[in-house]
């Protein structure tokens, strides 16, 4: 696998172009799983989002939310059709945050998708554990640890 770096398309900016595959490897298996319950795309989706939060790394943990999306029931993320440009772009946008890339309106948009993707898996009130990260002195942080921690719970089986 090559570490290249290429440019992000919508705004210049720099990302490895080993990141981009993990997104997409990250979305093939999801897709693969859902389709055929594999235990082969199963694992592989596993170590590819594991590679995934290496890159994300270190992760903060908030422990509200981690409480309030805990005892939440949500839909396993191969049980829905959720929009898949919507965690695709999640998926890199939480790069982003992480590397500090700004565009303009970035964490409108992410807090948006964000609340999609909660919304596709039945989590009740998204909006509102959103908008605590919004209002906390780490938003960024938490942004990428929603996501994550949501990620998680949606695909343990």
Known sequence: MTHAIIQHEADGEILKKYEYDLVEKIMLYLDEYSKTWSDEAYSLFLKTFNEYLEVLKPIAYIPNIASKLSMQTIIPLWSTRFDRDVLETLLISSIEIKRNIERYDHLVETRENLIKLMSFL????????????????MERECLVYVLVLTIVLATNP
């Open 122 to 137: 039945g989590i009740e009130n998204p909006d509102e554990l959103v908008m605590e990260c919004k209002n906390s002195s």
